[in-house]
C-alpha cells in the first residue's frame, strides 16, 4: 500500500465524505456525540495536520498520528513512589502527536503554543545530571535517551505536538506528553517494547526535567481505562484493569483546576514527601515503605516521633502511605464486586478519607508554608455546594498547587459545573471526564507502515 503522505492526509480530512470515517475513529476517544466537541476535535487535528505540513513541507514519507491520555488519580496519593497501590484512570484530555522519519540524526520537533521549532541532536543526548528544569523538550531528549539506554537506535524524525492535557492541573501532563512521544518512537521504529517498559522510560525521562516521579502516571496513560497497579516489585508492578462505569452509579467525574496555577516550582515539595518516605524506611536498613511491614513500622512509630532527624512530619506522611494502600484495596475490590448501593457506601467514602489524610498528614492542600490555597478552597467549595453532602472531593496528582477531583452525582451536575465555573470565570477550570483508551496509534487512512 502506498505511504500515507502529509499531502494525502491533508486532502483526507477536507473532503466531505470522509467526514463519517473521522468521526468513527475518534469516537473512542472523545464524546463525539456533542456536537461541539465534535467540531472541535475534528478542528484540531486537521489543525495539526495542516501545521504539520506548514512546518515540514511535503516528503514522499509517511506520516502517522499517536496520542496519549492524562489521567486522573482516583486514590493512592503519592504511594507509587514508595512501591505502594493506587487506582487510576485514562481521562479525555490527551496529547496527539504527527510524526515520520526526516532521514537524518536529527529530531525536529514544535508543540503548539510553546515557541519555535527545536531541533535534537540525537548524537549528542544530554544525562539526567543535565537536566534543563522546566523546559519541555528536555522530555523529548529524556525518552530518546532512555529509548537507546535499552539499545534502541532512534532515527532522526519530525514531530508536531498538540497537548491538551493542562499543566499543573493534577492530571499529569508530562506523563501524557512522555507516553506520547514514546508511543510514536516505539510504533514507528517497531521497538515491539511492552507498556510496563514504556511506562519505565517515562518515568526515568522525568530527571531530566529536573522531577522524580512514580509509574502511576505512565501506566495510566499507556493502559488507559481504570487500573490499580501494585508497585512493590518495580520490575514486575502487578496491575489490573478494571471495568467501572461511574455514570451506573448515578456518579461523574469532574475536575476541577483553578486558573493561573503551575508547578514547576514545587518540585522540592513533591521530591520531599517521597524522601520522607524513604527516610523512614531506611531506619529499617530499607529503600522504601513497601518493604516494611506495617507492624513493624507501628513498634517503633513513638520512636521516630522523638527522632529530631526524622521529626512528625515523617511520621504522618509514613502514617498516610500505610492507610491509602489499606483504602485502595478497599476500592479495589468493591469496584470489582460492582453495584451502584458499593460504590456509594464502600468506594465514595474512602476516596474522601483518602484527601483529608493527604490534606492533613502530606500537608499538600495548600502551597509549602502556607494555610490555604487553591486545593483547599476548591475541595472546601465542592463539598459545600451540595448540603445532602453527596460530593467526595479529593486532591488529584502531587498537590500543593493543581487540581481536584469530586465526584458528583448526575442529578446535580449541570448546576454544580455551571456554578464552579462562574466562580473561577473559566469554562476551562471544570471539565467533567470520561474513562478512555490508553495510548496508541490513530489510523484514519490505510497505510503501509
Given at each position: 500500500?502506498?505511504?500515507?503522505?502529509?499531502?494525502?492526509?491533508?486532502?483526507?480530512?477536507?473532503?466531505?465524505?470522509?467526514?463519517?470515517?473521522?468521526?468513527?475513529?475518534?469516537?473512542?476517544?472523545?464524546?463525539?456525540?456533542?456536537?461541539?466537541?465534535?467540531?472541535?476535535?475534528?478542528?484540531?487535528?486537521?489543525?495539526?495536520?495542516?501545521?504539520?505540513?506548514?512546518?515540514?513541507?511535503?516528503?514522499?514519507?509517511?506520516?502517522?498520528?499517536?496520542?496519549?491520555?492524562?489521567r486522573i488519580e482516583i486514590i493512592g496519593n503519592h504511594?507509587?513512589?514508595?512501591?505502594?497501590?493506587?487506582?487510576?484512570?485514562?481521562?479525555?484530555?490527551?496529547?496527539?502527536?504527527?510524526?515520520?522519519?526526516?532521514?537524518?540524526?536529527?529530531?525536529?520537533?514544535?508543540?503548539?503554543?510553546?515557541?519555535?521549532?527545536?531541533?535534537?541532536?540525537?548524537?549528542?543526548?544530554?544525562?539526567?545530571?543535565?537536566?534543563?528544569?522546566?523546559?519541555?523538550?528536555?522530555?523529548?531528549?529524556?525518552?530518546?535517551?532512555?529509548?537507546?539506554?535499552?539499545?534502541?537506535?532512534?532515527?532522526?524524525?519530525?514531530?508536531?505536538?498538540?497537548?491538551?492535557?493542562?499543566?499543573?492541573?493534577?492530571?499529569?501532563?508530562?506523563?501524557?506528553?512522555?507516553?506520547?512521544?514514546?508511543?510514536?518512537?516505539?510504533?514507528?521504529?517497531?521497538?515491539?517494547?511492552?507498556?510496563?517498559?514504556?511506562?519505565?522510560?517515562?518515568?526515568?525521562?522525568?530527571?531530566?526535567?529536573?522531577?522524580?516521579?512514580?509509574?502511576?502516571?505512565?501506566?495510566?496513560?499507556?493502559?488507559?481505562?481504570?487500573?490499580?497497579?501494585?508497585?512493590?516489585?518495580?520490575?514486575?508492578?502487578?496491575?489490573?484493569?478494571?471495568?467501572?462505569?461511574?455514570?451506573?452509579?448515578?456518579?461523574?467525574?469532574?475536575?476541577?483546576?483553578?486558573?493561573?496555577?503551575?508547578?514547576?516550582?514545587?518540585?522540592?515539595?513533591?521530591?520531599?514527601?517521597?524522601?520522607?518516605?524513604?527516610?523512614?524506611?531506611?531506619?529499617?536498613?530499607?529503600?522504601?515503605?513497601?518493604?516494611?511491614?506495617?507492624?513493624?513500622?507501628?513498634?517503633?512509630?513513638?520512636?521516630?516521633?522523638?527522632?529530631?532527624?526524622?521529626?512528625?512530619?515523617?511520621?504522618?506522611?509514613?502514617?498516610?502511605y500505610y492507610k491509602e494502600c489499606e483504602r485502595v484495596?478497599?476500592?479495589?475490590?468493591?469496584?470489582?464486586?460492582?453495584?451502584?448501593?458499593?460504590?456509594?457506601?464502600?468506594?465514595?467514602?474512602?476516596?474522601?478519607?483518602?484527601?483529608?489524610?493527604?490534606?492533613?498528614?502530606?500537608?499538600?492542600?495548600?502551597?509549602?508554608?502556607?494555610?490555604?490555597?487553591?486545593?483547599?478552597?476548591?475541595?472546601?467549595?465542592?463539598?459545600?455546594?451540595?448540603?445532602?453532602?453527596?460530593?467526595?472531593?479529593?486532591?488529584?496528582?502531587?498537590?500543593?498547587?493543581?487540581?481536584?477531583?469530586?465526584?458528583?452525582?448526575?442529578?446535580?451536575?449541570?448546576?454544580?459545573?455551571?456554578?464552579?465555573?462562574?466562580?473561577?470565570?473559566?469554562?476551562?477550570?471544570?471539565?467533567?471526564?470520561?474513562?478512555?483508551?490508553?495510548?496508541?496509534?490513530?489510523?484514519?487512512?490505510?497505510?503501509?507502515?
Amino acid at each position: 500500500m502506498a505511504a500515507t503522505t502529509i499531502t494525502k492526509l491533508k486532502t483526507f480530512f477536507n473532503e466531505k465524505e470522509n467526514l463519517g470515517t473521522i468521526v468513527s475513529k475518534l469516537e473512542p476517544f472523545y464524546s463525539m456525540s456533542d456536537s461541539e466537541v465534535r467540531e472541535d476535535q475534528i478542528n484540531r487535528y486537521r489543525s495539526l495536520i495542516e501545521d504539520f505540513h506548514e512546518t515540514y513541507k511535503h516528503s514522499q514519507r509517511s506520516v502517522r498520528i499517536f496520542r496519549a491520555p492524562g489521567r486522573i488519580e482516583i486514590i493512592g496519593n503519592h504511594t507509587d513512589h514508595n512501591g505502594g497501590k493506587v487506582l487510576a484512570g485514562a481521562i479525555d484530555d490527551d496529547d496527539i502527536v504527527a510524526a515520520r522519519f526526516n532521514g537524518t540524526r536529527e529530531i525536529r520537533v514544535k508543540s503548539r503554543g510553546y515557541g519555535d521549532l527545536v531541533t535534537i541532536d540525537l548524537d549528542n543526548l544530554p544525562s539526567a545530571d543535565d537536566a534543563e528544569d522546566g523546559n519541555w523538550v528536555s522530555f523529548v531528549k529524556g525518552v530518546a535517551k532512555e529509548f537507546s539506554e535499552r539499545g534502541r537506535k532512534v532515527e532522526g524524525m519530525d514531530l508536531y505536538i498538540d497537548g491538551r492535557v493542562d499543566d499543573g492541573s493534577g492530571v499529569s501532563s508530562s506523563a501524557a506528553l512522555n507516553m506520547a512521544v514514546a508511543t510514536t518512537f516505539n510504533e514507528m521504529h517497531n521497538f515491539k517494547l511492552d507498556k510496563v517498559e514504556l511506562s519505565k522510560i517515562c518515568q526515568n525521562a522525568e530527571p531530566y526535567y529536573g522531577k522524580r516521579c512514580g509509574l502511576m502516571d505512565p501506566m495510566a496513560s499507556a493502559f488507559g481505562g481504570v487500573i490499580t497497579i501494585d508497585f512493590k516489585d518495580l520490575e514486575n508492578p502487578a496491575y489490573k484493569q478494571i471495568e467501572v462505569d461511574f455514570a451506573k452509579s448515578g456518579y461523574a467525574a469532574v475536575v476541577i483546576n483553578p486558573p493561573g496555577q503551575g508547578h514547576g516550582d514545587l518540585t522540592d515539595a513533591y521530591n520531599g514527601i517521597r524522601e520522607n518516605m524513604e527516610a523512614i524506611a531506611g531506619k529499617f536498613g530499607k529503600d522504601r515503605l513497601c518493604e516494611v511491614p506495617f507492624e513493624a513500622y507501628e513498634k517503633r512509630r513513638s520512636e521516630f516521633l522523638g527522632d529530631g532527624a526524622l521529626g512528625e512530619g515523617a511520621v504522618m506522611m509514613a502514617d498516610h502511605y500505610y492507610k491509602e494502600c489499606e483504602r485502595v484495596d478497599t476500592v479495589v475490590d468493591n469496584l470489582c464486586l460492582g453495584g451502584s448501593q458499593r460504590f456509594r457506601h464502600f468506594v465514595l467514602p474512602e476516596i474522601r478519607a483518602s484527601g483529608e489524610s493527604s490534606r492533613d498528614n502530606l500537608k499538600n492542600y495548600c502551597p509549602p508554608n502556607e494555610t490555604t490555597g487553591p486545593i483547599k478552597e476548591s475541595v472546601e467549595r465542592a463539598e459545600s455546594f451540595d448540603d445532602q453532602g453527596r460530593i467526595y472531593s479529593r486532591v488529584t496528582g502531587g498537590g500543593f498547587l493543581g487540581g481536584t477531583l469530586n465526584f458528583v452525582p448526575i442529578e446535580i451536575l449541570d448546576p454544580f459545573v455551571k456554578e464552579m465555573r462562574k466562580v473561577y470565570d473559566s469554562d476551562e477550570a471544570v471539565k467533567v471526564y470520561q474513562i478512555r483508551p490508553g495510548a496508541c496509534e490513530i489510523r484514519f487512512m490505510n497505510s503501509s507502515k
